[in-house]
């Protein structure tokens, strides 16, 4: 699963093992993070650990690492899954933000979900204050459908179909 782009950059995904589970909690209690999520509280690291081993066993969520060409770690990217609808949640690693990775990741992923799996329709909920990620799902054709409440506070949908062929 590699997307090239004319940055030349080429990222690659793996699925999430036992082994990322500090590492994905050291990038969600980022304080850039906490900031742009619904839920800004550190995570506590047993809250965490009982989570990510529920997500590991979760067959309608489908959790990625984000590689580099060098096998380095630089983000994750999450998609619960519900029918023919999906969520995305993403984040980079702190030093790997303002690089350009952010539209990357999004497009490899949703791609690989698209050609992977029946779902039509892609959910990204984003703080109306978080115009990094705001400008990153516009760049590569999310389009805003308005807002929606997220856990008690106001959040912009923003979607992506699945294109159809025309035949």
Request: glycine fraction near 6%; charge should be neutral; aromatic fraction near 10%.
């Amino acid at each position: 699963m590699d997307l090239d782009s004319t940055t030349s950059l080429v990222l690659k995904l793996r699925f999430v093992n036992t082994e990322d589970c500090k590492r994905i909690w050291e990038w969600a209690n980022d304080p850039t993070i906490r900031s742009v999520s619904f839920s800004s509280e550190p995570i506590p690291w047993e809250n965490h650990c009982r989570w990510f081993s529920a997500k590991l066993l979760d067959p309608n969520c489908l959790f990625f690492i984000v590689l580099t060409p060098g096998n380095i770690p630089i983000g994750q990217i999450r998609y619960e899954v519900n029918g023919k609808e999906a969520v995305v949640s993403v984040s980079l690693a702190p030093d790997q933000r303002g690089k350009g990775y952010g539209s990357h990741v999004i497009q490899l992923a949703s791609q690989n979900l698209f050609s992977s799996t029946s779902v039509e329709l892609i959910h990204a909920y984003i703080k109306p204050d978080n115009l990094s990620s705001i400008r990153a799902f516009a760049r590569v054709g999310f389009s805003d459908s308005g807002f929606v409440e997220v856990r008690g506070s106001l959040a912009l949908d923003y979607t992506m179909r699945r294109k159809v062929d025309k035949q």
